[in-house]
C-alpha cells in the first residue's frame, strides 16, 4: 500500500496495491497490521458505516465532539470530492482543510483521525462511500461546520454540477466557524 501525507500531515492518503486482469481486480481494502504501521498507532475501528447518495448531495461537515471518530473511508461505486477540517484549537493548523477525489476507479482511502471535521460532495450520478469508525455514532455528542463557511473557504468543485448542492435541512443549518464548538 502507498500512503501520502496531505497539507494536514495527520489526513493521509492511503492507496492498496490492486491486481487486476482480464476477469477483473483484486484489492485488500484493509489490513490492521499494515494500517496501524502507516498511521504510526494501532488503530481500533468498532463500526462500518455504507452510505448511497446522488449527484449534488453534499454531507458535512461533520465531527463529535465527545466519543470523536477517527474515519477510513473509500468509494466503491462512483466519485466524491471528500473533505477533512482541522478542528482542534491546540492545531498549529486549525481551521485548515484538504480536500482528495475518491472514485471506485482510483481506489483511494482517506484516513481522517479523531479532532477533524468531514464531509463529501457526491460528483458522480451516484456513490456509494463506506467508512471505517473508531468510535460509536453518538447524535448527542454530533456537530457540524457550515460547508461554505467563508473563513475556512473550501474549493468545493461545484462548477461540476449543473445545480446548487443537495444538503440535509442538518446541513443547512450547520453554524459557521465562530459559533462551532471545538477540540482542545
Same mark, same amino acid.
Given at each position: 500500500m502507498k500512503v501520502e501525507r496531505t497539507a494536514l500531515p495527520e489526513v493521509l492518503v492511503i492507496e492498496p496495491k490492486v491486481f487486476g486482469d482480464p476477469r477483473g481486480f483484486f484489492q485488500e481494502s484493509w489490513n490492521k497490521a499494515r494500517f496501524d504501521a502507516a498511521v504510526g498507532t494501532q488503530v481500533e475501528f468498532v463500526q462500518d458505516n455504507h452510505s448511497r447518495s446522488g449527484r449534488g448531495v453534499l454531507r458535512g461537515l461533520h465531527y463529535q465532539?465527545?466519543?470523536?471518530?477517527?474515519?477510513l473511508v473509500r468509494v466503491v461505486c462512483g466519485r466524491v470530492f471528500d473533505v477533512a477540517v482541522d478542528?482542534?484549537?491546540?492545531? &498549529?493548523?486549525?481551521?485548515?482543510?484538504?480536500?482528495?477525489? @475518491? #472514485? +471506485?476507479e482510483n481506489h483511494r482511502q482517506l484516513w481522517i483521525p479523531a479532532g477533524f471535521a468531514h464531509g463529501y460532495l457526491t460528483l458522480s450520478e451516484t456513490a456509494d462511500f463506506l467508512y471505517k469508525a473508531t468510535d460509536y455514532y453518538a447524535p448527542q455528542h454530533e456537530r457540524a461546520l457550515?460547508?461554505?463557511?467563508?473563513?475556512?473557504?473550501?474549493?468545493? &468543485?461545484?462548477?461540476?454540477?449543473?445545480?446548487?448542492?443537495? @444538503? #440535509? +435541512?442538518?446541513?443547512?443549518?450547520?453554524?459557521q466557524w465562530d459559533r462551532c464548538e471545538f477540540f482542545a
Open positions: 465532539v465527545q466519543q470523536a471518530q477517527g474515519k478542528m482542534r484549537r491546540s492545531s &498549529p493548523r486549525c481551521g485548515q482543510w484538504v480536500g482528495v477525489e @475518491l #472514485s +471506485a457550515a460547508w461554505n463557511d467563508g473563513r475556512v473557504g473550501i474549493a468545493w &468543485p461545484l462548477q461540476e454540477l449543473d445545480t446548487p448542492p443537495v @444538503l #440535509s +435541512a442538518k446541513d443547512a443549518a450547520a453554524p
